[in-house]
């Protein structure tokens, strides 16, 4: 339609739009803080004439100035799956490597303060019993010296135990974590499914959507495809857990107890089908309790393995030795070490209760001699076990490490991607809001010219003065 009333209706269309666009740059800055906001877009079509001509006429109307048609998020699908994917996998390594750093601070290798110098000390304690078998103190610094490596290696061990427990309750805090989002996922697509029916702006809905979505990756690292109603459905490993409006669970199936105990198997999952209920077994679990299940069943075991071998390789040794071997009253050694079979390096203990009872000598019969002294001084298949243990444990961590940092540089590469296009930048905002500013004052101008030209057209026209 044309003439000077639809153009007061196009300038108005123009006040209409650039408002809604300062409106929604004011509400880009007020959320420029929040996690998860994704920046949001104005999107205007013009309102032009009409397409169909008529037969013998051609519409000569100039438009009908602007309408709003939507408004839109500022992301993109396939770089949010990729974030996705690859915060799943930095969870993994990150958990892992924090927890490999703690355990690798507590062995304290190499140092001083070591079970390799202590082991060390101990043998150099049988040597200078070999050197003074008479000395009352080098027997008892021998005794000392063991008993410090039976408590170094206890220490370790009930390190890596506590360490193995702790992950255990963290284990099931991740599963009730992982229910929970699941849930709200579920409760998420039923709401922004009934918003969109309504034809409502779903924009927040939708940002609460990426971020349960993005936080299940990190804990599971599942993954999430659309149902085509806005909403996601979510599976672990391939086996769903949240499908449209439903949320299964995911459960523990062994390996630990709800009370965080272990119970001698490996840990496994279940997933309760959000729908029928029935339960499948996923074929592995990504992200943080990923990383927490390869600690409980591969990482901590296999520490605490070695270091049962390097004590019951110390303590066979020792004591077979010193069985041989006479103590200053010329009665034969005993074992100089005591263990239990089943955890060796937790229970390792001196035997000897008396220094008179350290058997020093290769001769029966109270002969002062320090041969077998000087065999245990040179006995070193313990510390060459534990050198190999801590080798392995130590290439592991810095392995983790530098796996951890490369992934670090790809996380923050695929991060910075979605920042540039989801993320609210204030001078950009602000630069925004100054071109609307004066668009809008320039589509105020037009009304105001045009009701001056009205007020000429109505008022005045046809007057002579």
């Avoid at 915060?87 to 690798?104: M, N």
């Avoid at 955890?343 to 109270?366: F, K």
Wanted: hydrophobic content about 40%; proline content about 4%.
């Amino acid at each position: 339609m044309s003439g000077s009333f639809a153009s007061l209706n196009t300038a108005l269309s123009a006040l209409r739009y650039n408002r809604a666009a300062m409106d929604t740059a004011s509400q880009n800055i007020a959320n420029v803080g929040v996690e998860g906001y994704t920046r949001r877009r104005v999107e205007a079509a013009s309102a032009g004439t009409p397409t169909t001509p008529a037969m013998w006429s051609r519409n000569q109307d100039p438009g009908h100035g602007v309408t709003i048609s939507g408004i839109t998020r500022m992301n993109d699908a396939f770089l949010d799956a990729r974030a996705r994917a690859e915060h799943g996998k930095q969870s993994f390594l990150d958990v892992r490597q924090v927890v490999l750093d703690r355990l690798d601070s507590g062995i304290g290798e190499p140092g001083e303060n070591g079970l390799a110098a202590i082991m060390g000390e101990l043998r150099q304690a049988w040597s200078d019993l070999a050197n003074n078998p008479t000395s009352a103190a080098a027997r008892s610094q021998v005794l000392a010296r063991g008993q410090a490596v039976s408590a170094a290696l206890g220490l370790q061990a009930r390190n890596f135990t506590v360490e193995a427990a702790d992950q255990r309750v963290r284990l099931n805090v991740m599963v009730d974590e992982v229910n929970s989002l699941a849930t709200d996922l579920a409760a998420t697509n039923k709401a922004v499914a009934a918003t969109t029916l309504d034809g409502s702006d779903a924009g927040n809905l939708l940002d609460q959507r990426d971020l349960l979505v993005l936080r299940l990756a990190e804990l599971t690292g599942g993954k999430a495809t659309g149902n085509g109603a806005g909403g996601f459905d979510f599976s672990v490993n391939g086996v769903p857990l949240v499908t449209g409006s439903h949320a299964g669970r995911l459960e523990v199936a062994t390996g630990v107890t709800p009370s965080g105990d272990p119970d001698g198997n490996p840990v496994s999952f279940q997933v309760v089908h959000p729908i029928n209920g029935t339960t499948a077994v996923p074929p592995g679990v990504g992200g943080k309790a990923g990383a927490v299940v390869e600690l409980l069943d591969t990482t901590i075991p296999a520490y605490l393995t070695g270091l049962d071998t390097v004590a019951r390789t110390l303590a066979d040794g020792v004591n077979e030795v010193h069985r041989a071997g006479y103590d200053p009253a010329g009665a034969p050694g005993g074992p100089f070490f005591s263990y239990d079979p089943a955890s060796p390096a937790s229970s390792l203990a001196v035997a000897v209760v008396s220094s008179d009872l350290v058997a020093a000598s290769a001769l029966p019969g109270g002969v002062v001699h320090g041969g077998t002294a000087a065999r245990l001084g040179e006995l070193a298949s313990a510390e060459t076990a534990y050198q190999q243990v801590v080798n392995t444990f130590g290439a592991n961590v810095a392995s983790g490490r530098r796996i951890a940092a490369s992934q670090q540089m790809l996380t923050q590469q695929v991060d910075s991607s979605r920042e540039q296009l989801a993320g609210v930048s204030l001078d950009e905002e602000m630069l925004s809001m100054v071109q609307f500013q004066h668009a809008y004052e320039a589509a105020a101008r037009v009304m105001t010219t045009v009701d001056s030209m009205l007020d000429t057209l109505i008022n005045r026209t046809g007057l002579l003065r």
